[in-house]
């Protein structure tokens, strides 16, 4: 039973790009929540997908935007790159319940220079 | 103030050894509790998740959750070099599905 799957595993851009994030959720699950982790932090929350809409935002601007598609998967999409961008980039998937435990992915680890 | 505040380490201890590791939060708000490990290079992986007052064990590992002095733990009994890792707590306020707020993690070192 694959669990969360992320790629690309890691990827340098330069600033000012525009980056995509790919996500595939653990089988069964059908939310999708992306998070951003810098070095030596706990992981800070972006945004959540289900049903294919937002359903809840983190204090990160709109350079962040997000897409779920219909077999659950999801995109994380930031454009305008800053150096400060640079981090891991955790998927997690749950089921829908609001409280239901949330599983990561290995992330994608983006560099920034 | 941070809404969950943990101890970074890092904590480096003995083979056997019991460990404690704690974090504390503000908004009694919080609803559910949890604790994850992250080895390096991977993503964090859910070890224990409670939602009440009390402990909850789980092989080697015990979860305690205080509401009322805002303060969570988690002890690892017999302390192996596999369990060196970064150890995250994490809390869902509640109705706040994927928000979870994350501790700092703290690093744990096992030395054999």
């Known amino acids: 039973d694959a669990g969360v799957t992320q790629s690309p595993t890691h990827l340098i851009k330069t600033r000012g790009q525009q980056v995509t994030l790919r996500c595939s959720p653990k089988s069964g699950h059908d939310t999708v929540s992306w998070y951003q982790q810098a070095l030596g932090q706990g992981p800070q929350f972006i945004f959540q997908y289900y049903e294919e809409e937002e359903r809840q935002r983190g204090n990160f601007p709109d350079r962040f935007s997000g897409h779920q598609f219909p077999n659950y998967s999801s995109e994380l999409n930031v454009n305008a790159l800053l150096l400060g961008d640079s981090a891991l980039y955790l998927c997690a998937s749950s089921l829908g319940s609001v409280d239901s435990p949330l599983h990561f992915g290995n992330g994608t680890r983006l560099t920034v220079t | 103030q941070k809404e969950v505040e943990q101890d970074p380490g890092p904590l480096s201890v003995p083979e056997g050894a019991i460990v404690s590791l704690n974090c504390t939060y503000s908004n009694s708000a919080f609803q559910y509790f949890m604790w994850y490990r992250q080895y390096s290079r991977k993503g964090p992986e859910l070890l224990m998740y409670t939602y009440s007052s009390g402990n909850k064990e789980d092989g080697r590992f015990t979860a305690q959750v205080d509401k009322s002095s805002k303060y969570i733990s988690l002890f690892i009994r017999d302390s192996q070099p596999s369990d060196s890792a970064t150890y995250l707590c994490?809390?869902?306020?509640?109705?706040?599905?994927?928000?979870?707020?994350f501790g700092q993690g703290t690093e744990l070192s096992v030395k054999p």
């Open positions: 994490a809390i869902l306020p509640y109705n706040q599905g994927g928000k979870l707020i």
